[in-house]
Structure formats: C-alpha cells, structure tokens
C-alpha cells in the first residue's frame, strides 16, 4: 500500500504525469494507470481521509472477487514466467503482484498469489527454496560416485571425480573428470568452468572442501589461499557453504545428482582409456543436458543462461590464471627456505621471520608480509640451493665465488689429506655453502705460516 500512496500523492500533490510518476516509483505505466483509476472509482485523492489504514485502503481499491466457484474464468498468473522474472534484479513479488492485478482487476489477492507460487515452487522442484539472481552465483561440488579409465598398455584402472558446477539463476550444468580432489585439479577445474561459461559469476559457493577451505569454521571459512588468488585474478569471490547447513549447497547438490544420473549412469557401460577421451563423452552428454527443456519452466538450462546470466557475468581476464601453491615457512639461519628439497635465498636481515613462498611451474618468489623480496626460476634438482648475492651479508659474499669443487681443489693443492678434511667439512652440513668458511678459513692459514 505504501507505493500506492506514493503513487496518489505524486500525482495529486507534486502534479506529476503518469510516466514520470511510474519512474520515480519503478513500476510499469500501466500499474500507474490502474491505481489511479481505482482511486477515481473509489472517490479518493490526496490527502487521503484522516484515519485510513492500509488494509481499508487496500479493500477499497482491490474489492474482495467473488467466491472462485462463482468466477471459474479468473486468470491464474503464469508461474514461470513469474519466477523467471523474479530473477531479475531488483524484482519483487508485489510489484509481479501489482502488475498482474492491474491487467486483471478481478485476480487473485497477494496472499493467494505469493501461497500458490510457493507451491508451484515445491511441485515443479522440490529444492527450489532461494532465488538466485542472474550472473550472481555458481555451486562447485566433487560428485560421490567415480569413473574408472584403463590404462590400454597395463590394463591399470584409475578412478576419476567429476567435478559438478550449476548456475543458480539458470541451472545451467558443467561437469568434466578430474583425477582426483587435489588442489591442482580443483583449481584446473575451475579455470575450465570459466572457459565453458564465458564468464565469471559475482560468487563461487563450495562445499567445505579441504582443497578449498582450510578452516571449515561455520561464519569464518579460511579459504586456501591458492583458491582465493584464483578468485581474485578472475574478479570474483567465494563462498563456502556453511557446515551442517544443506540448503547453502542445495543447488549443487541437486546438479550433482542430475549429473551422476544424465552422465555417470549413461557411460556406465563404457571404456575409456584416457581423461580427454572421457571428458569428450562427458561434454557431449553436458551440452544434450543444458539444451533439454526443464520441466515446468518452458525453457531449457541454456535459453536461461543465455537469457539471465550470461549477460550479468564477469569478462575474462586476458590470461587464464596459472596454478600456484603457497608455503609459509620461517627464514633459516644461512637465509634461506626450502622448496621441494631445494634451498632459494632471501634477505638476510629477515632471518628468523615467517615468509611466504608462492611456487608455480616456473618460479619461486618469497613475500614478507605481502610484499615480494625475492623471486627465483624454479631449480629442477633437488638438495641444491640458488642465492642471490644482494641477499647475503657483505661479510658472507666474499664467498659467493666458490663451489664446493673450487674449495676441494684448493684443498687439493695442500695436500691430499687437506681436500679429504674440507670434503668431510663439506658433506656435514646441511648446504655445503655452510662449511665455505671453515675451509677458507684454513686456507688464509697457508698466507700466514705456508703449505707444510
């Protein structure tokens, strides 16, 4: 009631036109319209009579219909086309309401309307209890059930995951096999989605997996950070449903199940012998799916998407993002940290500080308190160490020169149980570079008192 009294005061107070007062209000033209009419009907203006309550307003305008036994032609709204529109952002029930009543003057009250689509909601789909706005949402989920590939020179089965995404305003479906429900393949799987779609949603909403959540704390998930920078380079952010809390995740959990139904039952029957051959065989069924049309919608999963959420999503960046890990690890006494069995340097003056190694393919760059002090090209060997020499105390860089075979020749031109003595220096520490100065410290020793 409160935009119909807005409706009359606008037009009887601010002296208002019909299309401007529907703009201001944000209502159609028509509804305008029809409220004014009403009020003419109904002998009312503004101000409206002292004492007037919305209820005596409402049943003055909107009259009670008869009995419906005695009006078996009143039109019944079209649930979805209703819902579909409800979709739409800033779309309400009563304004879908209002519009409905002022094309049929003589429909059905607000309360029946919004009873009667609640229930059109549980017969049509029973998990239906939130609605998503188009472009605002993606479930992502590991389905339960695997599919096995074999491999055609061992006969070696391996199980695959398949990975499930839907689109809340739309249903539309992705799914491909992943071999397992690592970091690596989560991510991957994620950058494959936003592929298929185009596109990036406003939210990601994900189950607390481990790979994607490592505090499953029920108001303050702690995402991975490898997940939340995937997040970021794609401008979009995650959810994580909360624990023991099914309908946060009720949408994927339902995509999930038409998944394992649509794909998983169909290729039972088959062998594949590799991820792309299976994955092939997964999109052919994916794309049958989204074309099919939804029962009780008169569209199928991509008239939706195309219609709602393809518009409202997210460009692409120019680049796919490239996996990462994170470690945190503290600064060692020689200033370094260790990656996969390699030793990469960092300031010294940060010996003893928490650091954080982000690793890719390539790289290995070291931040302190999110800013970079080191970077470094991924060294393919393990038990190695890279050090830069800007990272080393002047005192120590004197020694940056040597390896450990320059520091056994030396030893070698003293004598044979010298390079025996730095080669047992050496081979006791963790790093040779930690047993340099004992040896070369010998070696200042020939200057002073000679070989013998």
Not at 320 to 332: E, G, I, M, Q
Not at 350 to 359: C, K, P, T
Request: glycine share 6%; net charge positive.
């Amino acid at each position: 009631m409160r935009r119909i009294k807005e409706v009359l005061r606008l037009k009887h107070f601010q002296g208002l036109p019909e299309r401007a007062i529907a703009r201001s209000v944000g209502v159609s033209n028509g509804v305008v319209h029809s409220y004014l009419s009403r009020a003419r009907s109904a002998g009312l203006s503004w101000p409206l009579p002292e004492g007037m309550t919305d209820e005596d307003l409402e049943l003055l305008l909107f009259p009670a219909p008869r009995p419906a036994s005695q009006s078996p032609q009143r039109p019944v709204p079209d649930w979805s086309y209703i819902d579909k529109e409800l979709r739409r952002r800033n779309v309400t029930r009563r304004l879908l309401w209002e519009e409905y009543r002022a094309v049929n003057p003589d429909g059905f009250g607000y309360t029946w309307f919004c009873t009667t689509y609640e229930a059109w909601k549980g017969r049509v789909r029973p998990s239906m209890r939130q609605i998503h706005l188009g472009g605002e949402k993606v479930f992502v989920d590991f389905a339960g059930d695997t599919m096995d590939i074999v491999d055609p020179l061992t006969g070696e089965v391996q199980p695959m995951k398949l990975f499930v995404a839907a689109m809340g305003a739309s249903n539309y479906t992705y799914a491909e096999a992943c071999p397992s429900e690592s970091l690596a393949d989560w991510i991957r799987a994620h950058v494959n989605l936003f592929t298929f779609l185009s596109g990036t949603p406003t939210f990601v909403v994900c189950d607390n997996l481990k790979a994607a959540v490592s505090n499953p704390d029920r108001y303050d998930p702690g995402l991975n950070r490898t997940y939340a920078e995937m997040a970021s380079h794609y401008g979009t952010a995650i959810l994580a449903a909360r624990p023991r809390r099914p309908k946060d995740k009720a949408k994927v959990e339902v995509a999930v199940q038409i998944a394992q139904r649509w794909i998983l039952a169909r290729l039972r029957n088959q062998r594949f012998f590799s991820r792309a051959e299976l994955n092939a065989a997964i999109k052919t069924l994916v794309d049958e799916l989204n074309a099919r049309q939804m029962r009780g919608f008169g569209s199928s999963r991509a008239e939706l998407f195309a219609e709602l959420d393809k518009p409202k999503l997210t460009p692409l960046p120019d680049q796919p993002y490239a996996f990462a890990r994170w470690k945190r690890c503290r600064l060692a006494p020689d200033y370094h940290v260790e990656v996969d069995g390699h030793w990469y340097s960092a300031p010294y003056r940060l010996i003893g500080e928490l650091v954080d190694a982000r690793i890719d393919d390539r790289t290995v760059e070291i931040f302190h308190k999110g800013q970079r002090i080191a970077s470094h090209a991924r060294a393919p060997n393990r038990r190695g160490h890279t050090t830069i020499a800007d990272h080393m105390p002047s005192a120590h860089r004197r020694y940056g020169e040597w390896t450990p075979a320059a520091v056994i020749a030396a030893g070698e031109r003293i004598g044979p149980s010298t390079a025996a003595f730095f080669q047992a220096v050496i081979d006791a520490r963790p790093h040779p570079e930690q047993g340099f100065r004992t040896c070369l410290g010998i070696l200042a020793l020939v200057k002073s008192y000679g070989a013998d």
